[in-house]
């Protein structure tokens, strides 16, 4: 599927919208223009990473993901909960509870995808051993950050490790050993991931990196939780499923999970959108040279932090602290020694399709035309007030030039632009009022 014409999660809900300008200041690449009293996002800049979910105070912006009963379009239905899921519960004494639930509202089956994190951190670390690789390596687990490269940071794509993320290796695993085990075809099962983010969803529809998802649909974690609560609430004094991950692969939920366990020495992990864009920009200037693995999550506090979780992020990741230093103490295992080499080399772990830029910041296609463009765009900056008010419809004056270079707006929208016309227009009116009173009195 083109990048051009890709499937969003995150929509606009025109009848709630009141053209506040909250989401136009927060967007991060800059793909929300505010017109005729109502928001537009722009297509082509939108990564799905949900800030303007998180801004809006009239709940304008929502998100699309399919809805719990969309299982029962399959014969067979396989859950695949993000770690994040168990943060969702308070004082949880045993994951295996939340895996049981979810086969009590109606999962025929249950795979982690912190046992595939565990894989791909396994898959990653042997990528790091190659010395003619970028330095740092990238990860691609968090979709928003790898289309944000794609966006803004062109450059940056040779640095994303070509490896599918723990979403996918769990859908592919899933679904083939179910078929084995119970003897039916790939067809009649549905996998379905429960997500904290809208990205995974568009990540879902629109792939990065490969031609197809093996996953089937994404339901939101906040929709499961609602129905999985009084069932995880029931189990407390039963025994629930046993958890096939490490702690290494249930910390992949908060930020330092992934690096903590692929390179704990040399290795950076940033959490929110705004301050990825900021390490990202040093990373593509040189400035960490000794940088070896790059984790970026768009949500603060990781994926504890999505758009589509129940509790607060900050209580979450501590939930997840707490399941992890529970997990290390039943069995705390060497993190290259979790996953046995036969898992590693039965499932194909490596990416199908080039990741290629998503060229929305260009001018023109043209060289020499985008050229013209550009000095056109810096002749208008100059005449700007450099205010960044949003009060034009665009985030920036910046944005404003390119907007007007681009067809979409004329300087007049400017406010301030228009309030020194008006000026000028009253300052002629009187010049001519006492011009008119001078020729009287002359008569």
Same mark, same amino acid.
């Given at each position: ?63 699309? /993901? ?109 679904? /083939? ?112 040279? !000794? ?56 499932? !194909? ?11 929305? @910041?260009?001018?023109?296609?043209? @060289? ?27 985030? /920036? ?33 009187? !010049? ?12």
């Amino acid at each position: 599927m083109s990048e051009m014409k890709r499937f969003h999660s995150v929509r606009l809900d025109k009848k709630l919208c009141k053209g506040c300008t909250n989401c136009l200041m927060h967007c991060p690449t800059e793909a929300i223009r505010v017109h005729d009293g109502r928001a537009h996002i722009i297509d082509e800049r939108c990564i799905d990473c949900g800030e303007c979910i998180r801004v809006c105070d009239y709940h304008a912006k929502i998100v699309e /993901t399919d809805p719990l009963e969309s299982i029962r379009s399959f014969k067979y239905s396989i859950a695949l909960p993000a770690p994040s899921l168990y943060a969702q519960f308070r004082n949880l004494k045993d994951i295996g509870y939340v895996l049981a639930g979810l086969k009590k509202i109606g999962f025929d089956d249950v795979f982690e995808v912190a046992r595939a994190a565990d894989i791909v951190s396994c898959a990653i670390r042997d990528k790091l051993r190659d010395p003619t690789l970028p330095r740092p390596l990238i990860s691609s687990a968090c979709p928003t950050v790898v289309r944000l490269i794609q966006v803004r940071f062109p450059d940056l794509i040779p640095n994303i490790v070509d490896i599918r993320q723990p979403m996918e290796v769990a859908a592919d695993i899933a679904r /083939t050993e179910f078929c084995k085990k119970n003897g039916c075809s790939p067809e009649e099962v549905g996998v379905f991931f429960i997500t904290p983010c809208p990205a995974k969803m568009t990540a879902i529809r629109s792939p990065i990196g490969q031609k197809k998802s093996c996953v089937d649909g994404a339901i939101s974690m906040m929709e499961i939780y609602r129905v999985l609560r009084p069932h995880v609430a029931k189990m407390q004094n039963e025994e629930g499923l046993q958890s096939r991950s490490t702690h290494y692969g249930i910390g992949w939920a908060a930020s330092n999970g992934e690096s903590r366990v692929v390179c704990p020495d040399d290795s950076l992990s940033v959490d929110g959108i705004h301050n990825c864009i900021r390490v990202l920009e040093e990373i593509e200037n040189d400035k960490f040279g !000794d940088l070896v693995f790059f984790e970026g999550n768009a949500c603060v506090g990781g994926c504890v932090g999505g758009p589509l979780v129940y509790e607060n992020n900050y209580v979450a990741k501590n939930n997840i602290r707490k399941l992890v230093s529970a997990a290390k103490a039943k069995k705390n295992e060497d993190p290259a020694q979790a996953v046995p080499v036969s898992m590693m080399n039965k499932y !194909d772990l490596y990416m199908d399709e080039e990741i290629r830029p998503n060229p929305v @910041m260009k001018l023109d296609e043209d @060289m020499h035309a985008a050229m013209e463009k550009m000095e056109r765009m810096n002749k208008i900056i100059e005449g700007l007030p450099g205010y960044d008010c949003g009060s034009c419809g665009s985030p /920036t004056c910046r944005a404003f030039a390119e907007d007007i270079v681009r067809g979409y707006f004329t300087e007049n929208a400017c406010i301030h632009k228009m309030r020194e016309q008006l000026k000028i227009m009253a300052q002629r009116m009187v !010049d001519l009022a006492q011009i008119s009173s001078y020729e009287e009195k002359k008569e």
